[in-house]
C-alpha cells in the first residue's frame, strides 16, 4: 500500500462549481497535512496546512482531516478558470521529510 | 514578496558528468530542503539542511548527492556522476521555522536532463 494515494484525475468541472480533491495515507504517524497548488512547469505553493484532525477554511478554500479514516480533503467553492492547476496533498510526522501525493489535475472550464 | 530562486532553469548534462544546482532561499529562513519531481511523477523529498549539517534525508539521497551552504545565501546541490535516471526537475525549498516541514517555500525549480 502506498504511503499517500491521490487520484491523478484529470478532472475537469465548469465554473463556478464546488470542486473536492481527496487524499488517502496510511501511515498513522502523520500529523501534519499540506495542499499544495502546481502550475505547469512552476515549483508548488502552499494553499493549506492543517495540524492533526479537523477543518480549516481561507477563503474559497476548505480543508478536511479526519485521522480515524486516514482522509484528506480540500474543497474549493465558487472554481474559477485560474484555479485550473494540480493540487498535491502533502503530509508529514514530526521530522523534516514530507511525503507527497501524486497530484490531481484540475481544469476548471469558463 | 520575497522568493526562493534556483539557476539554471535548465541544465543539460552526459551522462558520468557532475553537476551542481543552486538556490538562493528567502533570507530570514533557516531551513533547506531538496526535492525533485520526475516528469509524471510525485514530489519526492531528498534532504533537510538546518545549521550547516543534515537533519534528514531519504533513501534516494546516497552518495551520489551531496549538500552545501557555501556562503550566507547559497543553497547547493551536487551530483556525482549524473545517471539518466537522475533526469528530473529538482525544486530547493526553505523555511523560517524548524519541526514539521509546513509553511515551506518552493522555487521555480532546475529541469535537469541527462544525455
Known amino acids: 500500500q502506498k504511503e499517500v494515494e491521490q487520484d491523478p484525475g484529470p478532472l475537469s468541472v465548469p465554473e463556478g462549481a464546488i470542486v473536492s480533491l481527496n487524499c488517502t495515507y496510511s501511515n498513522s504517524a502523520f500529523q501534519y497535512f499540506m495542499w499544495y497548488r502546481q502550475y505547469s512547469r512552476k515549483g508548488p505553493e502552499l494553499l493549506m496546512y492543517?495540524?492533526?484532525?479537523g477543518n480549516k477554511e481561507d477563503g474559497r478554500f476548505t480543508a478536511q482531516v479526519d485521522k480515524s479514516s486516514k482522509y484528506i480533503s480540500l474543497f474549493i467553492r465558487d472554481s474559477q478558470p485560474s484555479d485550473s492547476a494540480t493540487y498535491l496533498c502533502a503530509m508529514s510526522a514530526e521530522g523534516f521529510k514530507t511525503i507527497f501525493g501524486a497530484g490531481t489535475r484540475l481544469f476548471v472550464k469558463a | 514578496e520575497p522568493e526562493v530562486t534556483q539557476t539554471p532553469s535548465h541544465q543539460v548534462t552526459q551522462m558520468g558528468q557532475e553537476v551542481i544546482l543552486r538556490c538562493v532561499p528567502i533570507s530570514n529562513h533557516l531551513y533547506f530542503y531538496w526535492y525533485r519531481q520526475i516528469l509524471g511523477q510525485k514530489v519526492e523529498f531528498l534532504v533537510s539542511?538546518?545549521?550547516?549539517?543534515?537533519?534528514?534525508k531519504s533513501e534516494i539521497f546516497d552518495d551520489q548527492f551531496s549538500v552545501e551552504r557555501p556562503d550566507g545565501s547559497n543553497f547547493t546541490l551536487k551530483i556525482r556522476s549524473t545517471k539518466l535516471e537522475d533526469s528530473a526537475m529538482y525544486f530547493c525549498?526553505?523555511?523560517?521555522?524548524?519541526?514539521?516541514?509546513?509553511?515551506?517555500?518552493f522555487g521555480p525549480g532546475t529541469r535537469l536532463t541527462v544525455t
Open positions: 525549498a526553505s523555511t523560517l521555522s524548524g519541526g514539521p516541514s509546513y509553511e515551506q517555500y
Open positions: 539542511f538546518y545549521n550547516n549539517e543534515i537533519s534528514e
Open positions: 492543517t495540524y492533526s484532525s
